[in-house]
């Protein structure tokens, strides 16, 4: 079972910061990327950002700027530093794996969620 373990979510003034991370345990052969996603009420699930084990990253348009992804590979990690945050960041950040496992098969794991609120 690959499970990805979100944390760092919570409640921030507009322009504040937060950083979250998600550490990825499991049977793993190769990760492909990793990357965050978030859902608003009453909206669809929408990448954030994204990035390759070889380090490429793609971010939404609204966040480019303000946002930055990073992952350390040793510790199946990733971060998603957050900075100027606004009231319409606030949703539920997910953490997306993309890995390949032992019998070659393409695979996607999700984890929980962890809430990040935007106070105006």
């Known amino acids: 079972q690959v499970q990805p373990v979100e944390s760092g979510g919570g409640l921030v003034q507009d322009g504040g910061s937060l950083r979250l991370s998600c550490v990825v345990s499991g049977s793993i052969f190769r990760i492909i990327d990793m990357g965050w996603y978030r859902q608003a009420p009453g909206k669809q699930r929408e990448l954030v950002a994204a990035i390759t084990t070889g380090g490429s990253t793609n971010y939404a348009d609204s966040v480019k700027g303000r946002f930055t992804i990073s992952r350390d590979n040793a510790k199946n990690t990733v971060y998603l530093q957050m900075n100027s945050l606004k009231p319409e960041d606030t949703a539920v950040y997910y953490c997306?794996?993309?890995?390949?496992?032992?019998?070659?098969?393409?695979?996607?794991?999700w984890g929980q969620g962890t809430q990040v609120t935007v106070s105006s």
């Open positions: 997306n794996l993309r890995f390949r496992d032992y019998w070659g098969q393409l695979r996607d794991a």
